[in-house]
């Protein structure tokens, strides 16, 4: 058998235990009935820390409409994943104890887990825990090649459905070339994009992307890698989080985008208001602004409204 064709049978091989794992649609966030939940995030224009934002300073829109804002508050608590890509360049390691310096300085009411994407689901190394340094530990070297039948966003609907069920904030962070080996190919859109970012929005979870290329020659094609990054940003932007990446190339240090997630990760909220989901919920599009200089709010592009009673 050539490498050609034992390279199609692997790849076939991965795909079918990647259906096998395929992920049931999650639970919505807990929230009371008729009351719709979304973390949004402040964001100083000029990159400097921004002041506290108060329920009077902010606006919520559902379409073109204003809404009331029920409830705004500071959450103490949050769910913090970390996500590799386990096709990434193995020597993107190189930037963990950057990482590790970022675990560690998360305060205690951060729960912190780390897990590799694989074959179209999420290997957890650890769970989440309020023991940081035992977070650390749990980063590795990525598998490089010999981790590329992977999906990151399979991958992400796999951990999803496997989070604890709660109404406190919620954040990945994706390390990753935003390339799926599995269902993705020359396409500008990824197909499993939009339903990653629904499950994302329905648990109301923020995803921060930070883009590293992995270890094979296709990623390295740039029409495909770019498409990659395009779809990255989609999916953050979408749940209100950033993207972040320079270039098609490993970045020279992530120390950057892990110092700017630390201080959006300090200057988020939960936003509560009051909303008709039916009988079956559903998803309603939101714009959050305030009237506070210089600052703009991070919000999901769609909120989901749980249903009725």
């Known amino acids: 058998m050539n490498r050609i064709t034992t390279w199609k049978a692997a790849l076939v091989f991965a795909a079918i235990v990647a259906a096998a794992a395929a992920p049931l649609a999650p639970k919505a966030v807990a929230s009371d009935a008729g009351t719709a939940v979304v973390t949004v995030t402040a964001v100083d224009n000029k990159n400097t820390q921004p002041p506290p934002i108060k329920q009077n300073d902010v606006r919520l829109y559902q379409g073109k409409e204003g809404v009331q804002v029920a409830d705004w508050r500071r959450s103490e608590r949050l769910y913090l994943a970390v996500l590799i890509d386990d096709s990434l360049e193995p020597s993107v390691a190189n930037q963990w104890d950057d990482l590790r310096a970022f675990i560690m300085a998360q305060p205690n009411s951060t729960y912190i887990a780390v897990a590799y994407g694989r074959n179209g689901s999420a290997?957890?190394?650890q769970d989440f825990t309020q023991d940081h340094a035992l977070a650390a530990k749990a980063l590795r070297l990525p598998l490089g090649s010999a981790g590329a039948f992977t999906s990151p966003y399979l991958a992400i609907q796999d951990w999803i459905k496997r989070w604890p069920d709660s109404a406190e904030r919620k954040s990945i962070m994706l390390f990753s070339s935003g390339i799926d080996y599995f269902r993705g190919g020359f396409d500008p859109i990824d197909p499993d994009l939009d339903t990653t970012v629904e499950h994302a929005q329905k648990q109301n979870i923020n995803i921060w992307s930070i883009y590293v290329p992995d270890a094979?020659?296709?990623?390295r094609r740039p029409f495909l890698a770019f498409n990659a990054q395009s779809n990255l940003s989609r999916l953050s932007e979408k749940t209100g989080g950033e993207a972040y990446y320079l270039s098609l190339a490993m970045p020279v240090t992530l120390k950057p985008?892990?110092?700017?997630i630390r201080n959006h990760l300090e200057n988020q909220y939960l936003l509560s208001f009051m909303g008709d989901g039916g009988s079956k919920g559903k998803f309603e599009r939101v714009r959050v602004v305030t009237e506070v200089p210089n600052v703009q709010i991070l919000t999901?592009?769609?909120?989901?409204?749980?249903?009725a009673l």
């Open 300 to 307: 999901p592009s769609q909120v989901f409204l749980p249903p």
């Open 216 to 219: 094979g020659h296709i990623g």
């Open 123 to 125: 290997v957890v190394a």
């Open 257 to 260: 985008y892990f110092d700017e």
